[in-house]
């Protein structure tokens, strides 16, 4: 089993800045890609920022220059740093991340989302 735990998101004002974290846990062998994806009202669920173990990155363009994704091999962590917030960005946040078990099988685990609102 493999837990991802978010923290961080809330409300803030047009312009400002967020950071967001995801740790997982449980039976890790290692991770391969970790990810942030996003879910605004009404809308599909979309990608958002990557990041692999040796540290490539890949964003969404409407996040690139704005949003900045990094991760913390030893503690199974991704972050999510987000500056100049846009209304535009308000959705639930979700983490995934594609674990290696314990049992070298392959998992797709994700977060339980957290809320991110930009508004005035």
């Known amino acids: 089993q493999v837990q991802l735990v978010e923290s961080g998101g809330g409300l803030v004002q047009p312009g400002g800045s967020l950071s967001l974290s995801c740790a997982a846990s449980g039976s890790i062998f290692s991770i391969n890609v970790m990810g942030w994806y996003r879910q605004a009202p009404g809308k599909q669920r979309e990608l958002v920022a990557t990041?692999?173990?040796?540290?490539?990155?890949n964003y969404a363009v409407s996040v690139k220059g704005r949003f900045t994704i990094s991760r913390d091999n030893a503690k199974n962590t991704v972050y999510l740093q987000m500056n100049s917030l846009k209304p535009e960005d308000t959705a639930v946040y979700s983490c995934n991340a594609e674990v290696v078990s314990t049992a070298r099988s392959i998992l797709s685990a994700w977060g339980q989302g957290t809320l991110v609102t930009v508004s005035s």
């Open positions: 990041i692999t173990s040796g540290g490539m990155t």
